[in-house]
Structure formats: structure tokens, C-alpha cells
């Protein structure tokens, strides 16, 4: 049984994961550069025996060292966006750079479920007032069942819709929806986290689409 | 006779500079980008080891080990990860992983596990001849 109520347990699971995932691909990242390295170090040996290696083998994994090197950096950019959600509890958020980071720090696991993920953002950067953090749970939340709605080789479209005072944050093509069964999202903790943030989340089985309402500021 | 092992993981860029740093050390190296491909090979080709990345998108590395190994029980199979954890480590060799180790895996170990694992194999195939030869004395009665 968890000492921490639901809502928190959800906030601290999401910060586990999410910093899980991030951390697997910089792993990567840096097995790639390494073997590289070594690979270099294997040359070289090879030239102190007598063996001649062309000079387009060294821009090779050169060329591999600089593109792992920048694959890293934009993970550990991520990383920094996603930390720096804790800096204020609740502040005047735009959803467009907050969703965008949403689909960032979701690459990896919908890769896994080889789904592809497609961002479309307002034209105009929607402000909420709002708990930046407590949001991203949210909607991780919910990007991770929709996930689940999602056959294998498709695509998941993740929007922003302005209505007239509200922001929608849409989870489109969601094929498999109608399969799922309807009690099993949103749960207690879910609902706990839409009610603290005053968001109203919806399935539409026939549209293939979940939401979350938001009020516009 | 060279160690022929099988590489098998999702990042490119591994395998390629993974199997030329393990073929300058004279083994003999096939690559697979998936489970699914690993698994068509192992249907093909005998391996002395297979090196599987425990992380990958459709059937992960826990998944493909308990699939070759209904198919080609004998296999000596080296599970790579990103992070390693106990309770992975310990249900991997459950299901008959010869090692597990996390990447960036140091050459030299890993090395020196695929020379283990090919004779571990060899044991078991030899095993499996001597199995089979006094079966047929036992059949035909000598």
C-alpha cells in the first residue's frame, strides 16, 4: 500500500519514467560513441603493425562521434526542459511548448510500440494558468493510453484545438479506442490529477480521439 | 574455427561498429536490426553466441530470448542493456540467458564471454551427438 495519495504517486512515477527513458537513450548514446572510440584506438594499432587505413574510415566515425555526440545533447536539452517544470507549482504556461515537450519526451516509448507520433500546434501559442507539472502528468497520462489504442506501423496525432474559451489537447487516430475497455482510463489517480488541475478529459470511441479541456486564460 | 556470433540490436550505428570491432578480433559476425530478423537467422544459421539488446521496439530482448530458445534450446545467449537490473539480470538467466551484461559493455569481457559461451555450446552439442549415437546402439541392438 502506498503511503503517498494517488495524485502524488502518479507525479512521482511519471518523473521515474520519464527520466528512465531519457537516461536508456543517452546509455545508447554513449555505448556508440565509445565503441567508436574504441574502434579509433583499434586502428591505430593496426598502423603502429604496418596495416595502412584509408583516411575516409577516420571521417567515418568522426562523422558517427558528432552525430551520437548531438543525439545526446538534444536528449540531456529534454531532460533540462522536462526538470525545470518544477520550478514554478503554477504559473501562465504556453501548451504549444508544453505539448511539444510532451511528444519529445515520448519518442522512445512510442518507438518501442513502433507508433509515430505527429505533433500539430496552434498557430497561435495557447496561455493557460496553470500547474506546468502537474499538466505534463496529465497528459503523459493520458499519451500513455492512447498509446495503447494504437496499432503498430501507425501514427498518433497529438493536437491543440482553441475553442472559445477553452484549449483542447487532442489525441487523434486512435484506431483501437472502441477495444479498450472504457473503466480502464481514467483511473482514481487520473481523476484525482483532472479535478486538481480543473480539466475535463473525454474519450470519443467513434471520433478515435481522447481529450483534455483546459480554460484559455 | 572462428567464434560465428550474431549481433542483435535496434540502433544501427551499434551493430555496424560492434561487428567490425568483433570481426578485427576474428570472429565471424551477422547482424540483426530486430527480433523479428534474429529470429529468421537463427531459423537459417547455427551461432556460437548471440549478443541481444535487451530493449527493443516490437519483442523485446526477454521475449526473443525465450523464442530462440524454444526453437534452438542450445543457443548461448549474451543479453545487452542499457540499464541493468537485478531482478532483469536474475529473470533473464531464468529463462537460460548465458550472461548479462550492461552496455557500454567493455570489449575485452565480452570477448572473453563469447569464447565461454561457444564452449558451453560446444559442450551441449557434443551432449546431444553422444545422446543420439547411443540411441541408435540401443535401437539397433549392437
Given at each position: 500500500?502506498?503511503?503517498?495519495?494517488?495524485?502524488?504517486?502518479?507525479?512521482?512515477?511519471?518523473?521515474?519514467?520519464?527520466?528512465?527513458?531519457?537516461?536508456?537513450?543517452?546509455?545508447?548514446?554513449?555505448?556508440?560513441?565509445?565503441?567508436?572510440?574504441?574502434?579509433?584506438?583499434?586502428?591505430?594499432?593496426?598502423?603502429?603493425?604496418?596495416?595502412?587505413?584509408?583516411?575516409?574510415?577516420?571521417?567515418?566515425?568522426?562523422?558517427?562521434?558528432?552525430?551520437?555526440?548531438?543525439?545526446?545533447?538534444?536528449?540531456?536539452?529534454?531532460?533540462?526542459?522536462?526538470?525545470?517544470?518544477?520550478?514554478?507549482?503554477?504559473?501562465?504556461?504556453?501548451?504549444?511548448?508544453?505539448?511539444?515537450?510532451?511528444?519529445?519526451?515520448?519518442?522512445?516509448?512510442?518507438?518501442?510500440?513502433?507508433?509515430?507520433?505527429?505533433?500539430?500546434?496552434?498557430?497561435?501559442?495557447?496561455?493557460?494558468?496553470?500547474?506546468?507539472?502537474?499538466?505534463?502528468?496529465?497528459?503523459?497520462?493520458?499519451?500513455?493510453?492512447?498509446?495503447?489504442?494504437?496499432?503498430?506501423?501507425?501514427?498518433?496525432?497529438?493536437?491543440?484545438?482553441?475553442?472559445?474559451?477553452?484549449?483542447?489537447?487532442?489525441?487523434?487516430?486512435?484506431?483501437?479506442?472502441?477495444?479498450?475497455?472504457?473503466?480502464?482510463?481514467?483511473?482514481?489517480?487520473?481523476?484525482?490529477?483532472?479535478?486538481?488541475?480543473?480539466?475535463?478529459?473525454?474519450?470519443?470511441?467513434?471520433?478515435?480521439?481522447?481529450?483534455?479541456?483546459?480554460?484559455?486564460? | 574455427?572462428?567464434?560465428?556470433?550474431?549481433?542483435?540490436?535496434?540502433?544501427?550505428?551499434?551493430?555496424?561498429?560492434?561487428?567490425?570491432r568483433l570481426a578485427a578480433r576474428g570472429m565471424q559476425v551477422s547482424t540483426a536490426d530486430s527480433a523479428e530478423a534474429a529470429l529468421q537467422m537463427v531459423e537459417k544459421e547455427s551461432f556460437d553466441a548471440i549478443i541481444l539488446d535487451l530493449?527493443?521496439?516490437?519483442?523485446?530482448?526477454?521475449?526473443?530470448?525465450?523464442?530462440?530458445?524454444?526453437?534452438?534450446?542450445?543457443?548461448?545467449?549474451?543479453?545487452?542493456?542499457?540499464?541493468?537490473?537485478?531482478?532483469?539480470?536474475?529473470?533473464?538467466?531464468?529463462?537460460?540467458?548465458?550472461?548479462?551484461?550492461?552496455?557500454?559493455?567493455?570489449?575485452?569481457?565480452?570477448?572473453?564471454?563469447?569464447?565461454?559461451?561457444?564452449?558451453?555450446?560446444?559442450?551441449?552439442?557434443?551432449?546431444?551427438?553422444?545422446?543420439?549415437?547411443?540411441?541408435?546402439?540401443?535401437?539397433?541392438?549392437?
Amino acid at each position: 500500500m502506498s503511503i503517498l495519495d494517488p495524485m502524488a504517486e502518479t507525479g512521482l512515477r511519471f518523473f521515474g519514467s520519464t527520466s528512465a527513458s531519457i537516461s536508456h537513450e543517452l546509455k545508447n548514446a554513449l555505448a556508440i560513441i565509445k565503441e567508436n572510440a574504441g574502434l579509433l584506438n583499434d586502428y591505430v594499432n593496426l598502423m603502429d603493425r604496418g596495416t595502412s587505413i584509408d583516411p575516409a574510415r577516420f571521417q567515418t566515425i568522426a562523422k558517427r562521434i558528432e552525430d551520437q555526440a548531438r543525439r545526446a545533447d538534444n536528449h540531456i536539452r529534454t531532460l533540462n526542459r522536462f526538470a525545470h517544470m518544477v520550478d514554478e507549482a503554477t504559473k501562465t504556461a504556453d501548451l504549444n511548448e508544453l505539448v511539444a515537450l510532451l511528444v519529445e519526451l515520448f519518442q522512445r516509448p512510442a518507438a518501442m510500440q513502433q507508433v509515430t507520433l505527429k505533433l500539430q500546434l496552434a498557430q497561435t501559442p495557447p496561455l493557460v494558468e496553470t500547474a506546468p507539472y502537474l499538466l505534463l502528468t496529465a497528459l503523459g497520462r493520458c499519451l500513455a493510453f492512447a498509446l495503447q489504442a494504437v496499432p503498430p506501423g501507425q501514427i498518433l496525432q497529438v493536437g491543440l484545438l482553441a475553442r472559445s474559451h477553452e484549449i483542447l489537447i487532442c489525441f487523434d487516430l486512435l484506431t483501437g479506442l472502441s477495444n479498450l475497455a472504457p473503466d480502464s482510463f481514467p483511473t482514481v489517480a487520473e481523476h484525482a490529477l483532472f479535478a486538481a488541475l480543473k480539466v475535463t478529459y473525454t474519450a470519443e470511441a467513434a471520433a478515435q480521439r481522447i481529450s483534455l479541456a483546459i480554460a484559455q486564460r | 574455427m572462428a567464434d560465428k556470433i550474431l549481433l542483435v540490436d535496434d540502433e544501427s550505428e551499434f551493430l555496424e561498429v560492434m561487428s567490425e570491432r568483433l570481426a578485427a578480433r576474428g570472429m565471424q559476425v551477422s547482424t540483426a536490426d530486430s527480433a523479428e530478423a534474429a529470429l529468421q537467422m537463427v531459423e537459417k544459421e547455427s551461432f556460437d553466441a548471440i549478443i541481444l539488446d535487451l530493449q527493443m521496439p516490437a519483442m523485446d530482448g526477454i521475449q526473443t530470448l525465450k523464442a530462440i530458445k524454444a526453437k534452438k534450446p542450445e543457443l548461448q545467449i549474451i543479453l545487452l542493456t542499457g540499464h541493468a537490473t537485478v531482478s532483469k539480470g536474475i529473470e533473464a538467466m531464468k529463462l537460460g540467458a548465458t550472461d548479462f551484461l550492461e552496455k557500454p559493455a567493455d570489449l575485452t569481457a565480452l570477448t572473453e564471454k563469447i569464447h565461454q559461451a561457444k564452449a558451453q555450446r560446444m559442450v551441449i552439442v557434443e551432449k546431444q551427438i553422444e545422446d543420439k549415437l547411443k540411441k541408435i546402439i540401443n535401437v539397433k541392438g549392437w
